[in-house]
């Protein structure tokens, strides 16, 4: 079964820091461009962070400097280590790659930043 799972998101207070998890079953991240996206209440869903098969990166400017993306292959695995949190962060987090059919996403992981 193809497959994204997002994991590692939670309640954290403004200026803390949360590592996010997206675990692929089913397909084989290594040859895959993988996205973060996050859609906040009664907002459209927005891309934060890209890395491509060979490692590039890229960043909404919301979040440069702050978040970084990463992949572990051996592990089929994306990782967004979001730094430095603002209330604005808060939202609901999705991994994205290309499927077999289209755009393959997962569940999504919920961020609060909050005091």
């Known amino acids: 079964q193809v497959r994204l799972v997002e994991s590692g998101g939670g309640l954290v207070q403004p200026g803390g820091s949360l590592k996010l998890s997206c675990a692929a079953s089913?397909?084989?991240?290594?040859?895959?461009?993988i996205h973060w996206y996050r859609q906040a209440p009664g907002k459209q869903r927005e891309l934060v962070a890209s890395?491509?098969?060979?490692?590039?990166?890229n960043y909404a400017e919301s979040v440069k400097g702050r978040f970084t993306i990463s992949r572990d292959n051996p592990k089929n695995t994306v990782y967004l280590q979001m730094n430095s949190l603002k209330p604005e962060d808060t939202a609901v987090y999705y991994c994205?790659?290309?499927?077999?059919?289209?755009?393959?996403w997962g569940q999504g992981t919920q961020v609060t930043v909050s005091s």
């Open positions: 994205k790659t290309l499927g077999p059919s289209g755009d393959l």
């Open positions: 089913g397909i084989v991240f290594s040859v895959r461009n």
């Open positions: 890395i491509t098969t060979v490692g590039n990166t």
